[in-house]
């Protein structure tokens, strides 16, 4: 059983248009994120939701729009996307909003813009 | 804001050589955690460090936090292709910042059989 799932694996798209990004953890933790890692492998934190409430919010277009139903699911909405905005996309969870826990990362979204 | 840099970037050896990363933050941090990402995986943590001056080791793994707890490495004896994949570092500076883990570039270490 996948502890962090994240849907869909892959993702090509033309700029201009909306996608979304699901993910879902089983491990009954609180607190979720996502980080986008470039072509150069850098991982930055986008977001962060702590059971259902946005914790952390990084500079980021809000053209991007997370959303936490429940604690256990963290979606990522883009809207009118961008040459730049291809990179993965990681979703990961954590016990506690503290972050004296490992991350558990999901599997990731490869995100290409054309 | 806080930052974390890793140095080196890459790091290519041959199968049974010795690799050191290193990772320095800007701040005073709270805790650091390595993790490792395999070519086309997804990071997976691997170990935490809280206290000053703290030394763990993981089989040919060894990790150090400095006294300052400003800085901190990756040792690893006697690489193997299995360690092949990019390590990265990560520090929480508490505060303002709780909570928000920060991380380091990575190094990408190549092991050559």
């Known amino acids: 059983d996948t502890a962090v799932s994240q849907t869909p694996k892959y993702l090509v798209t033309q700029m201009g248009n909306d996608k979304s990004i699901k993910c879902e953890q089983n491990?009954?933790?609180?607190?979720m994120y996502w980080y986008k890692q470039d072509s150069k492998k850098f991982l930055k934190i986008m977001f962060s939701y702590n059971n259902k409430e946005l914790i952390i919010n990084e500079t980021v277009p809000n053209r991007f729009s997370p959303k936490s139903p429940d604690k256990a699911h963290l979606n990522l909405h883009i809207n009118s996307l961008e040459l730049g905005d291809s990179a993965v996309y990681f979703c990961a969870s954590s016990p506690s909003r503290g972050s004296f826990y490992g991350y558990t990362f999901g599997s990731g979204t490869r995100l290409t813009v054309v | 804001g806080q930052q974390v840099m890793q140095i080196p970037q890459y790091q290519h050896v041959q199968e049974g050589e010795d690799f050191t990363t290193y990772c320095n933050s800007s701040t005073t941090l709270s805790n650091i955690q390595w993790y490792k990402q395999r070519p086309g995986g997804h990071p997976v943590f691997l170990i935490q460090?809280?206290?000053?001056?703290e030394v763990k080791k993981q089989k040919r793994l060894t990790f150090q936090f400095g006294e300052a707890k400003k800085n901190s490495s990756l040792h690893i004896t006697a690489t193997q292709t299995t360690d092949v994949g990019t390590y990265f570092c990560?520090?929480?500076?508490?505060?303002?910042?709780?909570?928000?883990?920060?991380f380091g570039q990575g190094t990408i270490l190549t092991v050559h059989p």
């Open positions: 460090l809280v206290k000053s001056g």
């Open positions: 990560a520090g929480n500076a508490g505060g303002t910042s709780y909570g928000k883990l920060t």
């Open positions: 491990l009954g933790h609180d607190t």
